[in-house]
């Protein structure tokens, strides 16, 4: 194939458009923007679930462990897909393409594919166990947990499958992304439709299965409430996933693969992204606000300490600022010292061996006092 002409178009333009292949146009700045802002997001609330397992509850499960490795690989997936930007670019036509600019492209979307579906192969079945630990408190929960089990495991072969038919599908494997060496590979462009329209219904179920638990806990209705809007978080996910595959059916009859794979793998970053909100969103009520009054209660000392002294220098010197300010921490604000995880339980209330009642207490507002 060393006749091909690398700057040569890669499709001639539909009737209507006015190829430019110097410089077309694209939307890398709005990717950068999105990418940013919700690589963002996902920092905080993965540390945030980190915090609360490791320091705050000082009982982290198995999945707390795999957060971390999968958080390295969505930012491995959003590397590859900004380097995107470094090529002909994102949301750039196909007939704005050179030949020799497929190949830098699709390499970098190639690995991004792989990791987005790495990401999804863990963080499901991550959510799913932390539903069972979360709603193990509520009672037997039999046809609840074989559910979790069973999305889960469809999820992990569904994704593992998904990794192998990318990873093979081409011989050899170069040929993936760059038509202008020698090899084949087999028709997958079906493949985003079956995987996607799983991957939506596991979404819904993961959405669906804890609203109706919640709404049987005996807590008032605006806590009741409160733990169900952190949950539906996943309603992002859902219409992620759901608009993604809907785009799968456009891009399995369209010339213009180029543009179409850019708008799928935003939404499909989109969807891993909601995800990995709604795995660590459960956690992030309580120890942020136990952050909050920590920051207000310390600023507070600071102030009345300082005023203390002041006065107490005026009257009669700095004899007893010390004293003072062990009164402060004591007598002001006492719930600074006794302040626990679980609220309004007394210890001897909690059933130590499931921690389900701490879990699910992470996502309860406070109570009005």
Not at 287 to 304: C, E, M, N, W
């Amino acid at each position: 194939m060393s006749g091909i002409d690398l700057n040569a178009p890669a499709l001639d333009p539909p009737p209507g458009y006015t190829q430019n292949l110097d410089n077309p146009p694209n939307h890398n700045d709005a990717v950068i923007a999105v990418y940013t802002v919700l690589i963002l997001i996902t920092t905080i609330f993965v540390s945030i679930r980190l915090y609360a397992k490791f320091f705050f509850l000082k009982d982290p499960r198995f999945e707390d462990y795999l957060l971390l490795p999968t958080f390295g690989v969505y930012l491995g997936h959003c590397g590859f897909w900004l380097e995107m930007c470094n090529t002909t670019g994102h949301f750039v036509h196909l007939w704005n393409f050179r030949v020799g600019g497929m190949a830098p492209f699709y390499r970098n979307g190639f690995y991004a594919t792989i990791l987005y579906e790495a990401v999804i192969l863990a963080i499901k079945p991550m959510i799913l166990l932390e539903w069972i630990r979360i709603f193990a408190s509520a009672g037997p929960r039999t046809a609840f947990n074989w559910t979790c089990y069973i999305l889960g495991t469809v999820n992990v072969l569904l994704y593992i499958g998904s990794i192998l038919t990318d990873s093979v599908s081409c011989v050899p494997r170069e040929y993936w992304w760059d038509r202008t060496i020698m090899g084949h590979c087999a028709d997958t462009r079906n493949l985003p439709i079956v995987t996607g329209t799983l991957n939506a219904v596991i979404d819904l179920f993961i959405l669906l299965l804890p609203q109706a638990i919640i709404w049987k806990l005996q807590m008032s209705s605006r806590r009741r409430l409160g733990v169900s809007l952190v949950f539906l978080v996943g309603i992002i996910s859902v219409g992620s996933a759901i608009t993604r595959t809907v785009l799968s059916f456009t891009y399995a009859e369209s010339d213009d693969v180029t543009f179409n794979f850019s708008l799928a793998g935003t939404f499909s970053f989109i969807e891993m992204t909601a995800a990995i909100v709604v795995f660590a969103a459960p956690t992030v009520p309580k120890p942020t606000y136990h952050l909050v009054k920590q920051a207000g209660s310390s600023i507070d000392r600071l102030r009345g300490s300082k005023n203390r002294s002041g006065a107490d220098s005026l009257a009669s010197g700095t004899t007893n600022s010390k004293a003072n300010a062990y009164y402060s921490v004591n007598e002001r604000s006492p719930s600074v010292a006794l302040m626990k995880l679980r609220g309004s339980r007394s210890r001897a209330s909690v059933r130590p061996s499931t921690g389900g009642e701490s879990e699910v207490e992470l996502a309860l507002p406070e109570e009005p006092r």
